[in-house]
């Protein structure tokens, strides 16, 4: 099995920036890590999960929604087994709850259903 645990979440004014962490643990993930990646997703009121960003564990691919370019990162700390979405820039439209996943890898990276593992979500709200 394996655990994702969000943090970071809060309230911005529009144009700030906030840093989202989430931690990864679990016997599957600690044996086969280097076959992973690690998505970002979001998902407002009454609209679906929408993908964010992705990296991939072992080489540090990343992958990057297009309404998201130029203004998010994503990284990963291997020593923390932590995965960091940074969003700068920040709009009203990037208010939702932002979920971490996990896959061994997934089938496609943009694609929640293609996700096994999930955290609990964290709220992200920015005002105008």
């Known amino acids: 099995q394996v655990q994702l645990v969000e943090t970071g979440g809060g309230l911005v004014g529009a144009g700030g920036s906030l840093r989202l962490s989430c931690v990864v643990s679990?016997?599957?993930?600690?044996?086969?890590?280097?076959?992973?990646?690690m998505g970002w997703f979001r998902q407002a009121p009454g609209k679906e999960r929408e993908f964010v960003a992705a990296?991939?564990?072992?080489?540090?691919?990343?992958y990057y929604a297009d309404s998201v370019k130029g203004r998010f990162t994503i990284s990963r700390d291997n020593a923390k087994n932590t995965v960091y979405l940074q969003m700068n820039s920040l709009k009203s439209e990037d208010t939702a709850v932002y979920y971490c996943a996990a896959d061994d890898p997934p089938t496609t990276i943009a694609v929640p259903g293609a996700y096994a593992y999930w955290g609990q979500g964290t709220q992200v709200t920015v005002s105008s």
């Open positions: 990296i991939n564990w072992s080489t540090g691919t990343k």
């Open positions: 679990g016997r599957s993930f600690s044996s086969s890590f280097s076959r992973y990646a």
